[in-house]
């Protein structure tokens, strides 16, 4: 998965970055920072992809 496609990914399945990064067991700052290319992850994309769509 690009990191492209996992901001599409929260973006579609209703989650900010804010509220995803506890979900995904890291701080919000290293989130965006993988999100916006600073840092590598491939595992938090994984995680990224397999996160449910939220209930609103």
């Not at 990191?3 to 290293?30: I, M, N, Y």
Request: charged share 35%; no cysteine; glycine share 6%.
């Amino acid at each position: 998965m690009t990191r492209q496609s996992a901001k599409d990914q929260l973006k579609k399945k209703g989650w900010t970055q804010v509220a995803a990064a506890p979900r995904l067991g890291v701080r919000f700052e290293h989130l965006n920072r993988v999100l916006n290319g600073h840092r590598e992850s491939k595992r938090l994309l994984r995680k990224i992809e397999e996160l449910e769509t939220t209930t609103k």
